[in-house]
């Protein structure tokens, strides 16, 4: 499985034009782990607003070319491979006053402490993906990063393409992130968790 990923600075504002979370979370019902985890919805506040300050963001996307003649079950399987790929990447890149927002639910700890009722136990860990902040996806990649999500009428797709995003505290760490990118994008990843300070629910 291959795949190539590209880069883009937006501005917070940009990224707002495309911000529907009533919508976008509102597809979420549908899922069969939707209220499992907290980075997920059902919100009682705007999980946005509890984020710290930023202006810009590095938007990321991943494309990754399907086998030829892959079953449903397989471009599934492709589909979470490639999903967690990003979401290591994109902690990894992790630095200070860059926040990662991840594709998918939270996988922070080994099992999430919500459906028995519990608070989230390591807020410092936890991280939310575009959409459940209430991002429209599909919109800030062919809008913003240029990139489109393909899903033909029948078959399988040519490729998968997941989202993500560095939210950074403002446009010159944003920028010294880009100068940095190919050193990024060469050295190994060892997926870790920095210490960001999130507020919780109460």
């Not at 807020?123 to 489109?148: C, H, I, N, W």
Request: aromatic share 8%; with cysteine.
């Amino acid at each position: 499985m291959t795949g190539t990923v590209h880069t883009v600075i937006v501005s917070k504002a940009d990224m707002m034009r495309y911000y529907d979370p009533e919508r976008i979370q509102g597809y979420c019902r549908t899922c069969e782990k939707y209220g499992q985890f907290w980075s997920c919805p059902p919100f009682e506040n705007s999980p946005l607003e509890q984020l710290p300050p930023w202006t810009h963001a590095i938007l990321v996307t991943q494309k990754t070319w399907v086998e030829p003649g892959s079953t449903k079950e397989r471009l599934i399987e492709q589909f979470l491979a490639a999903r967690q790929i990003l979401v290591n990447t994109l902690k990894h890149w992790e630095r200070d006053g860059c926040l990662s927002v991840i594709a998918g639910h939270c996988s922070g700890c080994s099992k999430c402490t919500r459906p028995r009722g519990i608070a989230c136990q390591v807020p410092s860990k936890m991280r939310y993906s575009l959409e459940a902040l209430g991002f429209d996806v599909t919109a800030l990649a062919e809008k913003l990063a240029g990139q489109s999500l393909h899903w033909p009428k029948s078959g399988v797709p040519d490729y998968l393409l997941t989202v993500g995003a560095l939210l950074c505290r403002d446009q010159a760490l944003a920028l010294a992130w880009k100068q940095n990118e190919s050193a990024m994008q060469t050295a190994p990843i060892h997926p870790q968790h920095h210490p960001i300070t999130i507020q919780r629910r109460t």
